[in-house]
């Protein structure tokens, strides 16, 4: 007798649904907030990164 196992992926929708909800939600607040908060973010982001931006 032989045993064999099957390896299946199965992506949930609630993780697609997240994944949704959160790019709207960052293309929401990135559309209201002022452009000196946007780009202190980036900025920070460039930093932490150790990319060079200056």
């Known amino acids: ?3 064999q196992t ?3 992926t199965n992506t949930s929708t ?5 994944a949704a ?5 960052l293309l ?5 907030a002022q452009a000196t908060i946007l780009h202190d973010a980036a900025h920070d982001q460039r930093h932490a990164m150790a990319f060079p931006c200056h």
């Open 1 to 3: 007798m032989t045993t």
């Open 6 to 8: 099957v390896a299946t």
């Open 14 to 18: 609630a993780s697609i649904v997240f």
């Open 21 to 25: 909800a959160a790019g709207m939600m």
């Open 28 to 32: 929401f607040f990135s559309g209201y």
